[in-house]
T-cell receptor, first 111, second 117 residues
């Protein structure tokens, strides 16, 4: 069965700090990997995705993620966060059509 | 173009009543998913429709839950004899094709917030 684990439940940073949110998954087959963001009061939006090819993927708003197959990880990074990045971030894994989300990480950026 | 549309956006009902939630996928999207997100938890998969194939109902938590989809259009999720534990945000998503075949991500609606009193 697929499962996704996000290690950090709540991360608090100051503006301009660097960000890394952890995501590990378990699944035996081919997977697609996603990071979604949910800004306060809004629906989920796709930040970036990995299907194949270059394991370092770049998404919107300066986010990137690296797929490390040997570690079953897909960590999200951003070199310098902004106050507007305050949101909930969900890692998701898709195998055999089912999309499984992690519990989410709440990111709070202090100005 | 319009995204995935869900209605109602909010629903408050008494325990024991039936509720029906509606999802209008993006036009042309053959795949449609229902998820729910309980407070403080991740999204749970409920059901998946792909074209005219038999739906994957493996995520439905009980026989009180059912969903229908006519062709590649609107879907309705019905919860009978609602319980307080059914309180959650119910999210619908659609995608252009089978995700692992066409590499199309899922597009989500705003969700229906269901509160059972």
């Amino acid at each position: 069965a697929q499962s996704v684990s996000q290690h950090n439940h709540h991360v608090i940073l100051s503006e301009a700090a660097s960000l890394e949110l952890g995501c590990n998954y378990s699944y035996g087959g081919t997977v697609n990997l996603f990071w979604y963001v949910q800004y306060p009061g809004q629906h989920l939006q796709l930040l970036l995705k990995y299907f194949s090819g270059d394991p370092l993927v770049k998404g919107i708003k300066g986010f990137e993620a690296e797929f490390i197959k040997s570690k079953f990880s897909f960590n999200l990074r951003k070199p310098s966060v902004q106050w507007s990045d305050t949101a909930e971030y969900f890692c998701a894994v898709q195998g055999a059509q089912k999309l499984v989300f992690g519990q989410g990480t709440r990111l709070t950026i202090n100005p | 173009g319009a995204g995935v549309s869900q209605s109602p956006s909010n629903k408050v009902t008494e325990k024991g009543k039936d509720v029906e939630l509606r999802c209008d996928p993006i036009s042309g999207h053959t795949a449609l998913y229902w998820y729910r997100q309980r407070l403080g938890q991740g999204l749970e998969f409920l059901i998946y429709f792909q074209g005219n194939s038999a739906p994957d109902k493996s995520g439905l938590p009980s026989d009180r839950f059912s969903a229908e989809r006519t062709g590649e259009s609107v879907s309705t999720l019905t919860i009978q004899r609602t319980q307080q534990e059914d309180s959650a945000v119910y999210l619908c998503a659609s995608s252009l094709d089978r995700p692992l075949v066409s590499n199309q991500p899922q597009h989500f609606g705003d969700g229906t917030r269901l509160s059972i009193l």
